[in-house]
């Protein structure tokens, strides 16, 4: 004999979780709010992070095994502030100063002892003891070159009407001195009538000249 068909079998029915549960692998937490995921537009649940706080219409959503309430609770830590220390002041150079009084030192040195040739020549002249000359006599010839002072060496010759000059000659001047005295002798002998003229020549530092004239007679 059938009976009538009356349906599916009713499902069984599910163990009931909750508190009470003894399930050792089984944590129940709450679905923090940072992890919750975001609801159609128009539809907003509420979402509490404690069960307790929930009103009786809210939805606390719990599911396990995951992070612990507590856990869940913890707020994000921030990231800390990272101050950019301010860069340091250059500071003037302390050597400096000293560097530039010792160059002004040394220029001022340069410009108190100048070169060997930085005697500078301001007058040059020539003279002879007599304007005439008897028979055999030797004609004392004087050179003058007057300077500024400044020490330094002078380069000179003599050069003669008769065709020929000294050597190149030096002399020193020293700090101070403004003149400087140079002498030629020159002989004449026998009987004669001559005109003659002796030039001093000053070709360092700078190129001066002057000459003297003088009679050479004997009957």
Known sequence: ??????GPPA???LPAVGPD??????????????WV???????VPTVLADPASAPGDATV????PGVTAAL???PCPTPPTLVTPPAPRRRPQRHALPVLVLVAAVLFLFWREPTASATGVREVSVTAARETLGC???AGIVGVVRTDGRPG???YRWVRSDGTSSDVRHTTVARGQRQVRLELLWSFEGPGRHAAVAELRVLSPERRSAEIRFLYDCP
Do not use: I, W
């Not at 549960?21 to 940072?34: F, G, W």
């Open 11 to 13: 499902p069984d029915a």
């Open 136 to 138: 055999d006599t030797t």
């Open 1 to 6: 004999m059938t009976t009538p068909d009356s």
């Open 21 to 34: 549960a003894r399930d050792d692998e089984y944590s129940a937490t709450v679905l923090a709010s940072h």
């Open 37 to 43: 995921q975001r609801p159609d537009p128009g539809s």
């Open 153 to 155: 060496t002078l380069s």
């Open 72 to 74: 869940a609770r913890r």
């Open 61 to 64: 959503l719990r599911f396990g």
